[in-house]
């Protein structure tokens, strides 16, 4: 993707979630409090700071935040979207400490968790959705945040509305930004089916099934986190396997009645793309004559 569209979709991404979450806290009627969403932020800030002050030093370069205000801005936009995303999806009643543990590792796996991609290495996690499935599954007693509280202050046709808004903006960023509407699709279609297949073989409720997709929290998920252009393929055809895929994981998930399978689904298949790029990585290495494997040449699974 090109960079321009890259940085183009993440400044329209870092303002539609922080109207959300303004309008959310002032209207909406989101529960967790001002305190967890400013922690997550400046806990999401300074992590991104520091490691890329550490990589800089480390790797004798210029940090990539120097340059000016607007320099600055555009390499906080990622952390600015992963702090609002970990605080506003992520309900601890009033403890403070688990919000900033899954800004931590959002953070922190982008720089510990990487994978070749290209002549490079790139995280392969979706940073906000692995800091919030970390800490649902270390934390128990930690849930997502209620549904309601994206409504719950709304009547009549407004109901209707908040939905359509992130519809049509989630398929426009995504269309014109991302180009992850082959992946939108294949996810959306995979998640439908999955909930018939488990109609058919196990007697589940097929209206059951698809409930989810009538929450917000499904839409979020749909237009503004599985379609994250840096932890997932390029190509149309590799979005439509990586969206089936998380479909998949999800529908083996609630088999076993694992609770918030749509969060552990993406962790299970960016893990599973990263296991990818690293094995095309070693079969794409160059070998000498005796065929054994001189240094790794990154491949590129898009």
């Known amino acids: 993707m090109k960079k321009d569209l890259r940085l183009a979709a993440l400044r329209r991404f870092a303002i539609a979630i922080s109207v959300l ?51 600055l801005i555009d390499f906080l936009l990622p952390s600015h979207i ?37 002549k490079s290495k790139r995280h392969f996690f979706n940073p906000s959705n692995l800091g919030i499935a970390t800490t649902l599954f270390l934390f128990p007693w930690v849930s997502i945040a209620p549904p309601y ?37 294949a996810w959306v279609s995979g998640f439908a ?3 018939l297949i488990r109609n058919l073989i196990l007697e589940t409720s097929w209206t059951s099934g698809l409930t989810p997709i009538t929450g917000v929290a499904f839409l979020l998920f749909t237009f503004y986190m599985i379609t994250d252009p840096g932890t997932t393929p390029v190509k149309r055809s590799s979005q439509i396997i990586f969206g089936f895929g998380t479909a998949l994981a999800y529908s083996i998930l609630m088999v076993f009645h694992v609770a918030f399978g749509l969060f552990f689904a ?16 070693t079969v794409r290495a160059p070998k000498p004559l005796g065929g054994s494997v001189l240094e790794s040449a990154p491949g590129t699974l898009r």
Not at 45 to 56: C, K, Q, R, T, V
Not at 176 to 184: D, H, N, S, W
């Open 193 to 195: 089916l999955q909930a």
């Open 82 to 118: 992963t702090g609002l995303a970990v605080a506003m999806l992520l309900y601890a009643n009033d403890r403070i400490f688990p919000v900033i543990f899954a800004a931590t590792v959002a953070i922190g796996s982008k720089a510990i968790l990487q994978a070749p991609i290209g």
């Open 149 to 185: 509280q994206f409504t719950e202050n709304l009547g009549g046709i407004a109901h209707w509305i908040l939905p359509c808004i992130f519809i049509f903006t989630g398929t426009f960023l995504n269309a014109r930004f991302t180009r992850r509407i082959p992946l939108i699709v």
């Open 266 to 281: 993406l962790v299970i298949v960016c893990a599973l793309r990263g296991a990818g790029l690293y094995f095309l990585a």
């Open 21 to 71: 979450n303004v309008a959310g806290h002032a209207y909406l009627g989101f529960e967790q409090s001002l305190a967890q969403l400013f922690a997550s932020l400046i806990t999401a800030y300074s992590l991104e700071l520091g490691l890329e002050m550490i990589d800089a030093r480390a790797n004798q370069r210029r940090p990539r935040f120097v340059g000016g205000p607007m320099t």
